[in-house]
Structures are given as C-alpha cells and as structure tokens.
C-alpha cells in the first residue's frame, strides 16, 4: 500500500473516531430491548449488516465491516453458527473442538470486502453494499448481488453480478474538511429496487443531521451506475442499517441514536418524506447498533457491531417521539 493511501486510511479512520464518540456524548434515549441472543461465531469480529432468509428457515446471513475478508456467516435466531455437514469435521462453530479451527465463514467468490456496510435479500438474489465512505474519498462503490447457498451443504457463494455506484451530485472526493455526504450503510429493496439511504458529515467529521435516499435504476456492471436522488429527510442522524417489512408496508431504518418507522408512501417512494415514527434509543445499552431485520411483520431485531441480537415487538414500542 502507497504512502498516499496509508494517510487516507488513516484521515478516514480519525474522521470516524470523532463521529462516533460525538454521537454517543449526546444524552441516552429510552428504547432498551432486553438482549435476546448473541452471536457466537468467532470470524464475526465487526457485525455491520445482517438479513433473513427467504430460501431457508431459521436462517440469517451476516457480514463483517472493513478490514476483514470477503465472507458470508450463516447463523440461526439464537445467534448460533450454521456451518455445512461435512465441514464440521475440520472446523468448530461456537465450542472450542481439539484439532478443529473456527468455522472461517463462506467464502464470496468474485468479491472484495473494502466496506461491507449492510444487507437486502429479494426473491432472486442476496445483496452486499460495498458502499461505507468515511472519508468521502472512494471511487470503487459497488452493490454486488450473490447466488444464496444451501448453509448447510455449500462452502462458498459467489457474485452473480458486481454493480458499481456513484453519487452523481459528488463533485469532490476530499477526505477532510466540507459537508461529507457520501457514506451508505443502509441498503434495502422495494418493489424490485435497490434503495441506498446516507450517513452525513459535517467539517472535521462530525456527524450531521440528515439523510438521502437513492435508487439504482440500472444494473451495469462493465461502468458505474448513476444513483438517482429521491428524497431526504433532514432529522435522521447516522442512518447505519434499514430494511422493509416483508408485507412491505413499513420502512425501518436504525441510527445510533434512533429508531424510525416510515410508513410505505401514498404514492411513489419517497419513503423518508411518509408518516413517521421516531424512537429514541438507549445507547448505554445497545452500543454501536449496525442493523436491523424484520423477522416478521410485527417484530424487528436489531444488531450491534459487538455482535448483541435484541428483538422488538411492535406491539410494545409504546409511544414514539415523533
């Protein structure tokens, strides 16, 4: 790695760090789900997207962030490690096994995690976006679309396609100083779309208030794919994960500090400007929160990067603050 490209990281990094610790100085909210399950698997070092199977009961694929390999972990509702039959002759999931090693995780095939952010699954493919832009500076976004394996009988999964992404509205790819608008960690499909939503920064990386939706409208996957800005909601701080409801009514969308539910749009998808519900959460108890599923239309789960499950029940919520 180039002397140039170590500063970057290393600006990147230090933008980050000061992002983060603002946005947990701010007070605690009130939303504390009790945890429900913890991850196990010893490669999930650094959760940042999570989603549910739609070919496979009790199963749940999760990602790590930048800095780790290019693999998929399959997991069950309690967190457990979901390895294939025969490998488990060679590798162990959560109990240390003597003269096994820990289940190292799918290997993905045509794929390199630079910064995997988070997660959306469609009845064809499962989605990874490459899309985390700390420090504003990269020119390799891509939303890559995976063949989902058989967990239990498969060792690796592949990129049927690699889609590269770029803001069209990005005029300059400084990794200091301005209004740092380019950072995705929430992807989700609608309606046979893919949908990007933004994390802000402000000057020296202080987080900002505010949110943009994308479209990908095309698929190339030989050029760069123009995202198409739709909507934005000035509110939402450090948008991290977001995912539709499997009736697609509801658009849930987790931040560090909040959670918001948007009701689907009269008409269009506009989904950051419908009825929406805000509800603050208690940070000291669910840390650096990263995503969030539906696990059925009535009932979310929310997962931090130290690798905590909480389940909420709607029913439950009781009053928003917006």
């Known amino acids: 790695m180039t002397k140039l490209a170590y500063t970057a990281l290393s600006v990147a990094g230090i933008i980050a760090a000061i992002a983060f610790l603002q946005a947990h100085s701010q007070p605690a909210g009130r939303l504390a789900p009790v945890l429900a399950a913890r991850i196990t698997a010893q490669g999930l070092t650094e959760v940042s997207g999570m989603v549910k199977s739609r070919s496979y009961p009790n199963t749940y694929w999760v990602v790590n962030d930048s800095g780790n390999d290019a693999r998929l972990f399959a997991i069950n509702r309690d967190g457990q490690t979901l390895i294939p039959t025969f490998s488990k002759f060679s590798y162990y999931g959560e109990e240390r096994e003597r003269g ?3 289940w190292p995780g799918f290997r993905v095939l045509y794929t390199t995690n630079v910064d995997w952010e988070d997660m959306t699954v469609d009845d064809n493919y499962l989605y990874v976006a490459d899309t985390g832009n700390n420090g504003n500076n990269r020119r390799d976004l891509v939303i890559y679309a995976l063949s989902e394996i058989d967990p239990t009988a498969s060792t690796q999964s592949a990129a049927i396609k690699a889609m590269p992404v770029r803001y069209p509205e990005q005029v300059s790819f400084s990794p200091v100083g301005g209004e740092l608008y380019y950072d995705s960690e929430a992807l989700f499909s609608a309606d046979g779309r893919l949908y990007l939503i933004t994390k802000h920064r402000g000057g020296f990386g202080r ?12 698929e190339f996957t030989d050029k760069p794919n123009d995202l198409v800005l739709i909507d934005n909601n000035p509110d939402i701080l450090t948008a991290t994960g977001a995912e539709l409801s499997p009736d697609g009514q509801r658009l ?6 909040d959670l918001w539910i948007f009701d689907r749009p009269e008409s269009g998808d506009a989904w950051l400007s419908s ?6 959460l208690d940070t000291r108890v669910l840390r650096q929160v990263e995503s969030v599923i539906w696990d059925d239309d009535a009932t979310l789960i929310l997962t931090n990067e130290q690798r905590d499950l909480f389940r909420i029940d709607l029913a439950e919520l009781g009053e928003p603050a917006l």
């Open 100 to 102: 096994k090693d820990p």
């Open 207 to 218: 987080y900002q208030a505010g949110a943009n939706l994308y479209r990908l409208d095309t």
């Open 252 to 257: 849930a969308v987790i931040s560090y500090e």
């Open 275 to 280: 009825t929406a519900r805000r509800y603050p």
